[in-house]
């Protein structure tokens, strides 16, 4: 495993860092996943790093970065309009790599990342921003569908702008959303989306021993799933 390539992104008249994952040239299969991280962890965690090896291990190129105010080292989001202003701009510097620029995009995260990248496509599908109407795909490493604790604000309007192929990763223990509160959505709304489950996981994809897997096992298969369907995109 070859270490991570160090990337520096210009944000508005801000920068932030990205790393680049870049898959072994003989397994790569033309995917690049951007991640962001979630609200109360860097890029560097260590969900973060375990999903980027993993993925890129399986023949992705992948790119995680941070949002400004955790580059800044500040615990609360940004809002907004900021966060979304850092992951468009890590898309088009992501884009502007020449080793990338052949790959089919995918952008998602873990939690508030995901949350971002879905703001962000839905956004571009009613705008007709060329720079992310170029996303094949998203991915949600455990999609906040509601503050904890309540199930009544729920976060998907918007996701019924975005025309390209979902992949929630959902676990059954996920105080944010489980796969049984999502799958009624992804029917009302019509998504062309599809749920991963995880048995007896929470949001981080924890599930207790009883549940017949190893926490190994639990990751690994939930990045086979992501390599499976990444593939299948056009």
Same mark, same amino acid.
């Given at each position: 495993?070859?270490?991570?390539?160090?990337?520096?992104?210009?944000?508005?008249?801000?920068?932030?860092?990205?790393?680049?994952?870049?898959?072994?040239?003989?397994?790569?299969?033309?995917?690049?996943?951007?991640?962001?991280?979630?609200?109360?962890?860097?890029?560097?965690?260590?969900?973060?790093?375990?999903?980027?090896?993993g993925l890129a291990d399986r023949g992705m190129d992948v790119v995680t970065f941070n949002f400004l105010?955790?580059?800044?080292?500040?615990?609360? $989001?940004?809002? !907004?309009?900021?966060?979304?202003?850092?992951?468009?701009? @890590? &898309? +088009?510097?992501?884009?502007?790599?020449? *080793?990338?620029?052949?790959?089919?995009?995918?952008?998602?995260?873990?939690?508030?990342?995901?949350?971002?990248?879905?703001?962000?496509?839905?956004?571009?599908?009613?705008?007709?921003?060329?720079?992310?109407?170029?996303?094949?795909?998203?991915?949600?490493?455990?999609?906040?569908?509601?503050?904890?604790?309540?199930?009544?604000?729920?976060?998907?309007?918007?996701?019924?702008?975005?025309?390209?192929?979902?992949?929630?990763v959902q676990g059954t223990r996920d105080s944010l959303g489980t796969p049984d509160e999502i799958q $009624?959505?992804? !029917?009302?709304?019509?998504?062309?989306?599809?749920?991963? @489950? &995880? +048995?007896?996981?929470?949001?981080?994809? *924890?599930?207790?021993?009883?549940?017949?897997?190893?926490?190994?096992?639990?990751?690994?298969?939930?990045?086979?799933?992501?390599?499976?369907?990444?593939?299948?995109?056009?």
């Open positions: 495993m070859s270490e991570p390539q160090k990337l520096t992104v210009k944000v508005n008249d801000d920068q932030t860092s990205a790393y680049l994952y870049a898959a072994e040239r003989k397994r790569r299969s033309g995917v690049t996943v951007v991640l962001g991280h979630g609200a109360g962890a860097n890029q560097l965690s260590g969900f973060m790093q375990l999903f980027a090896n105010y955790m580059e800044r080292g500040r615990g609360a $989001p940004d809002p !907004k309009a900021k966060l979304e202003s850092c992951y468009r701009s @890590v &898309i +088009e510097a992501t884009q502007a790599q020449k *080793k990338l620029k052949t790959n089919r995009l995918v952008i998602g995260g873990k939690s508030m990342g995901g949350r971002i990248a879905s703001q962000v496509a839905a956004s571009a599908a009613d705008s007709g921003d060329p720079v992310t109407q170029a996303v094949s795909g998203l991915v949600f490493l455990g999609y906040p569908l509601h503050p904890p604790g309540n199930p009544d604000k729920l976060r998907a309007e918007h996701l019924k702008s975005i025309r390209a192929p979902m992949l929630f $009624p959505l992804i !029917k009302q709304l019509r998504l062309p989306a599809r749920i991963y @489950v &995880i +048995e007896g996981g929470d949001h981080s994809f *924890k599930a207790p021993k009883k549940f017949g897997l190893t926490q190994d096992e639990i990751y690994d298969g939930a990045m086979n799933e992501i390599d499976s369907w990444s593939r299948s995109l056009k």
